[in-house]
């Protein structure tokens, strides 16, 4: 089984904004 670096980078991606989304929704949530 292969991975690409391109699929890596693009997941790895995907979870940063993922964890940066939840981050802001805690946010404001605490905001609120």
Do not use: C, H, P, R
């Not at 991975?3 to 979870?15: A, F, M, P, R, V």
């Not at 929704?25 to 905001?31: C, E, G, M, P, S």
């Amino acid at each position: 089984m292969k991975t690409s670096n391109g699929i890596k980078i693009i997941e790895n991606y995907d979870l940063v904004k993922l964890n940066t989304f939840g981050v802001f929704a805690n946010a404001q949530f605490f905001i609120e």
